[in-house]
């Protein structure tokens, strides 16, 4: 009977069956008892537990794991189009890049900038409005009169503009 | 061209209390004179506003994603022996100026101080008397400033080389033939020693000699 199948249908019974074993093998377990009540768990005496109690025995779940990578690599694809085949994009590109402070090495922002604008605050939307600004009422607070430095030079060797 | 010679650790190491030894105030290098700073203190208690604004532009801000500072602006007006002027922070020509907000305020301070010494710190091109970030510098009292500017701060340090940026060839419009360029600038850490009390320090040895 298989072999009165056509070819594609017997591809597609391979692909199965091979994604069934990829998952047998990736750790698919079927419903214990202790996954409703951890009770019922078995005790593991002389080691750690090596799977966390409840859930999925990976230390993060593989299903979603994998979709977020593909979104993520989706987004890779679209940001790629996008920035690289209009002029339009490869401007948005360059903001973007200059949002992130690739651009300006010698522009040393102050730690309320650095954090905003650094990689765990990676937040477009807020950039691209009114970055919340540095209160200094506290430091006038401590020291109501602060100083403030500045170096300057005479004479940079520029020409000088007409 | 310019060699980048301090930074704020330097700075808070020539003002730490453990009192380490001076660094060169000066260099010549190829024509170049670099000083190591001007150091503002700012009336934080009489001008409350303006004091923010100044430490936000010194420290260096961002609105719209434009990032703002002292950083890399000129002094655009010299006045010789009168006044210096600075703190143009968008067209830096002495054309522009900006704040936080974006908008000109109006200083919150309740008192107005005169200009009755050199060396005072003074906001300036006022506009319906409101300000941005421009300032100038006093180099003698200038009463005739005290209607229109208003005062937040004074020179603590740099008073030599303040007068020798007011020297430098100036156009007929006063704008400075040489760049005078602010390479860096924050906001220092520790703030310097006050200076010893003449009469203070008169009082205290006829007190001592008393007992």
């Known amino acids: 009977m298989f072999r009165a199948l056509t070819r594609s249908k017997r591809a597609l019974c391979y692909a199965g069956a091979a994604t069934l074993a990829m998952g047998l093998a990736a750790g698919f377990r079927g419903a214990r008892a202790e996954d409703t009540d951890p009770s019922k768990a078995p005790v593991r005496r002389g080691i750690a537990p090596q799977t966390p109690p409840t859930g999925t025995p990976f230390l993060v779940d593989p299903v979603a794991w994998t979709n977020e990578f593909l979104e993520n690599r989706i987004d890779d694809v679209k940001w790629m189009f996008r920035t690289r085949f209009t002029e339009e994009g490869r401007r948005e590109r360059e903001e973007i890049l200059k949002i992130k402070g690739n651009i300006r090495p010698d522009i040393r922002l102050n730690d309320h900038y650095r954090r905003v604008y650094s990689d765990e605050f990676n937040d477009f939307e807020l950039l691209s409005q009114d970055v919340p600004q540095f209160d200094y009422t506290p430091l006038l607070l401590s020291n109501n009169r602060p100083e403030i430095y500045l170096d300057v030079t005479i004479g940079d060797g520029k020409p000088q503009r007409t | ?211």
């Not at chain 2, 420290?59 to 990032?67: E, H, L, M, P, T």
């Not at chain 2, 522009?96 to 050199?118: E, I, N, S």
């Not at chain 2, 390479?183 to 007190?207: E, L, M, Q, R, W």
């Open chain 2, 1 to 211: 061209m310019y060699r980048h010679v301090c930074s704020r650790a330097t700075h808070d190491m020539l003002s730490s209390p453990a009192g380490l030894p001076l660094l060169p105030t000066h260099d010549i290098l190829l024509g170049i004179s670099i000083h190591l700073g001007l150091v503002f203190r700012l009336y934080g208690d009489v001008q409350p506003q303006a004091a923010k604004e100044f430490l936000a532009a010194a420290d260096g801000f961002i609105r719209r994603n434009i990032y703002y500072s002292f950083r890399h602006t000129f002094f655009h007006r010299v006045v010789a022996d009168v006044s210096v002027h600075g703190g143009d922070l968008t067209a830096r020509d002495g054309t522009g100026g900006t704040t936080v907000a974006g908008a000109p305020y109006k200083p919150d301070g309740k008192v107005r101080l005169r200009h009755d010494q050199p060396f005072l710190l003074s906001l300036d091109a006022p506009r319906r008397g409101k300000y941005t970030s421009r300032f100038l510098v006093t180099l003698k009292p200038a009463p005739e400033l005290d209607d229109d500017h208003v005062v937040i701060g004074e020179l603590v340090s740099g008073h030599e080389f303040l007068r020798e940026m007011s020297k430098v060839p100036v156009d007929e419009f006063f704008k400075p033939q040489v760049n005078i360029t602010i390479v860096d600038c924050g906001i220092k850490t520790f703030s310097s020693k006050p200076k010893p009390d003449p009469a203070a320090s008169a009082d205290k040895p006829a007190a001592e000699s008393k007992a």
